[in-house]
């Protein structure tokens, strides 16, 4: 089995930061992309940002400038710093990763069950 566990979300005013963090565990071989997804309840989730295991990353246009997606392969983690946060980034964010169990011949993606970013305007 597979678990993906977010921390760092909560309540922040407008212009602050909040650094999410996603820790993978479990029979996990190798982890390729992953990343930070967005989510109003009934409404499609939306990409936020996702990193390569090499290292190259994707932010979407919201994100561009404020927020930061980073790695650490050793422990198998994301993380995504925001910074100037607005009223507008209110969401439930959830990371995911894409991961090659032992044992196992193909990759499935995995999600965490999600955190509570609210900024106050």
């Known amino acids: 089995q597979v678990q993906l566990v977010e921390s760092g979300g909560g309540l922040v005013q407008a212009g602050g930061p909040l650094r999410l963090a996603c820790a993978a565990s479990?029979?996990?071989?190798?982890?390729?992309?992953m990343g930070w997804y967005r989510q109003v309840p009934g409404k499609q989730r939306k990409l936020v940002a996702s990193i390569t295991d090499t290292g190259s990353t994707s932010l979407a246009d919201s994100a561009k400038g404020r927020f930061t997606i980073s790695r650490d392969n050793a422990k198998n983690t994301v993380s995504l710093q925001m910074n100037s946060l607005k009223p507008d980034d209110t969401d439930v964010y959830y990371c995911n990763a894409l991961i090659k169990r032992y044992y196992r011949d193909s990759l499935s993606l995995y999600w965490g069950q999600g955190t509570q970013v609210t900024v106050s305007s």
């Open positions: 479990g029979s996990i071989f190798s982890s390729s992309d």
